[in-house]
Structure formats: C-alpha cells, structure tokens
C-alpha cells in the first residue's frame, strides 16, 4: 500500500495557490467558481449520457 504522497494530484493545492496567490479571497473566489464549473460540467455530461433514445417507439 502507497502513502499519501503517491496519490495522483498531490501538487494541485499548490498549483492552484500559484495562480491566485497567498491572499485567501481570492483563494475562495476561485475556488467557489472552479467547483461550479466543476458541478455544470458534471451535469451537463450526466444529461448528455442518461438521454433518453429519441428514436424509441412510443
């Protein structure tokens, strides 16, 4: 079993702190839109996958 650091994404808390900065308003901004953005996409490939067959016989 691997420790904690090998997990997959372990840079990106700093990766995103390099883009916004240390100041921590910005910080939530950015967070609060990535997990909006993050959520519509979710969404909108949900939809997408679970349509419904348009061409079914009714």
């Known amino acids: 079993m691997g420790s ?9 808390p700093q990766k ?5 900065g240390l100041d921590h308003r910005w910080l939530l901004l950015f ?11 979710a969404d909108v490939v949900g939809r997408v996958v679970s349509r419904p067959d348009d061409d079914a016989p009714s």
Do not use: F, Q
């Open 31 to 41: 967070a609060t839109l990535a997990g909006a953005a993050l959520l519509t996409a």
């Open 4 to 12: 904690r650091s090998d997990l997959p994404n372990k840079g990106l």
């Open 16 to 20: 995103r702190r390099l883009l916004v």
